[in-house]
């Protein structure tokens, strides 16, 4: 039976997007149903078998999409399994060290039992949006951090953890 997941994510500037896109892509490729969809727009779970969540974070918070779409869907999320992702740092640490998730995300694992929580770099580039983000770009300290080696390998994991999770039936 294939299994449908679900990548929702949250970003401003289309940066967590692509992630969130290759994630859902290197789990198609494994033969699974997946989606990547804006977590604004997700109004039910009912039909997915799991869930990763992704956002942008901003100012040491993740994107209110994300925060609000954890909000809206607690009790399905704590009833299947699901992974979390960030994506911001406009450096490399995120691909040379473990960064741990910022706290509230950190709460929301604990409270629906995610299974595991990453950080990727993020992107900021020429023609993001909103004041502090054009700001940066301006100081020269922009620029696309996403490593997708490691974002693809991450989703892989995923795959496997999730096809190795299946019940004979």
Not at 78 to 107: K, N
Not at 109 to 134: K, N, S
Request: charged fraction near 25%; proline fraction near 3%.
């Amino acid at each position: 039976m294939t299994q449908n997941i679900l990548v929702a994510y949250g970003t401003t500037n289309g940066s967590t997007r692509r992630i969130a896109e290759t994630v859902a892509g290197v789990l198609r490729e494994r033969g699974m149903a997946a989606r990547a969809l804006p977590a604004a727009e997700v109004t039910s779970l009912e039909r997915y078998d799991a869930v990763v969540v992704g956002g942008g974070l901003y100012g040491g918070r993740w994107h209110r999409d994300c925060r609000a779409f954890v909000r809206r869907h607690a009790r399905a999320l704590a009833a299947m399994p699901v992974w979390f992702f960030s994506s911001g740092p406009l450096d490399a640490t995120a691909s040379r060290r473990e960064i741990p998730p910022v706290r509230g995300v950190r709460r929301a694992m604990e409270r629906l039992g995610v299974t595991e929580h990453v950080t990727f770099g993020g992107c900021l580039e020429e023609g993001a949006t909103g004041f502090i983000a054009r700001r940066i770009v301006s100081s020269g300290k922009g620029g696309d951090f996403r490593d997708f080696a490691r974002i693809e390998a991450w989703a892989a994991g995923i795959g496997t953890a999730l096809e190795t999770g299946r019940r004979a039936g």
